[in-house]
């Protein structure tokens, strides 16, 4: 039957509702990018770290892995890197002249943080997000380097405990060579008996083979505390001055508007078929019958 005079021939319900949907998603992704955003263009930098010590040659130690992550993002490390670089004063809150307080410092600069294991390695990427693209890589190879100090640290007081050890025992041991030396003395002086004699010898050559062997171990408690690099963390790649990425609110407003947009537009596109049918039955019955 051909359309009554002065009516067109209607849309399929398939395309009304793309028109519909593809005007309305596109009408609210384009009012979510107009939004302004709340906060700042971030930058990213990353630092890639590779930790090689000795206990990982016996094989990968997951616990012990993450522990050294853990410590890089400990406020050891994090307060050495806000006193370093000033970040006190450079992240002073706004409208403020008065600096961050360390802590408030060392909180932010965790939470711009990221530290990510890769995969299959003993590598961590340092991820730092700033505002300034120069200072983000400031701030993730200060870290890197933190870390490298707090671990020699760590590394040279663990191996200089047996060297205090043995120095003090040393120090004992040589102490009583001395005196032993004094007795043997006076035993000669005062013609002591030929058993005091060989006794008192005897003594002091036990005492100094003692001495020797202390020195022997402390020669190889020296030479071990020379920590080589499978004892400490190796800088892969410096971070460079940040990558420009969109804001975060920003990112977030576009996300939203698509998922508003879809589910406006659906909305939208069925209830333009349910309309538009509706009307045509109208049309319809208020047709006079028979007519052509």
């Not at 596109?26 to 709340?38: F, K, Q, Y």
């Not at 045509?280 to 028979?290: Q, V």
């Amino acid at each position: 039957m051909k359309p009554a005079a002065g009516m067109e021939s209607p849309l399929g319900d398939g395309t009304l509702f793309a028109v519909i949907f593809v005007c309305v998603l596109v009408a609210t992704v384009a009012i979510a990018a107009l939004l302004p955003a709340h906060n700042a263009t971030t930058f990213r930098s990353t630092t890639r770290l590779m930790l090689n010590f000795k206990w990982m040659e016996k094989g990968f130690d997951a616990e012990r892995f993450h522990k050294e992550i853990e410590v890089m993002r400990s406020d050891s490390v994090l307060q050495d890197v806000v006193e370093q670089l000033a970040l006190d004063q450079a992240w002073r809150a706004a409208g403020s002249a008065a600096a961050l307080s360390t802590n408030d410092a060392v909180a932010l600069l965790r939470e711009r943080t990221s530290l990510r294991p890769v995969r299959n390695s003993t590598i961590v990427e340092i991820e730092v997000s700033e505002e300034n693209s120069a200072q983000a890589a400031d701030v993730a190879n200060a870290i890197a380097e933190s870390y490298r100090r707090n671990l020699l640290k760590r590394v040279m007081q663990q191996l200089s405990e047996p060297i205090v050890q043995l120095e003090a025992q040393r120090t004992e041991v040589a102490l009583n060579i001395h005196n032993a030396e004094v007795e043997l003395q006076r035993l000669r002086l005062q013609e002591g008996s030929e058993e005091q004699l060989q006794a008192q010898t005897q003594t002091l050559g036990e005492m100094r083979e003692e001495l020797a062997d202390l020195d022997r171990k402390l020669a190889n408690a020296t030479e071990n505390s020379r920590v080589d690099n499978t004892m400490q963390a190796v800088i892969l790649d410096r971070a460079a001055a940040g990558t420009r990425r969109l804001p975060s609110a920003k990112r977030q407003s576009l996300a939203l508007g698509i998922v508003v947009g879809t589910v406006l537009g659906s909305i939208g596109g069925i209830a333009g078929i349910l309309i538009r049918r509706s009307r045509m039955r109208e049309n319809t019955a208020a047709r006079p019958r028979g007519s052509a």
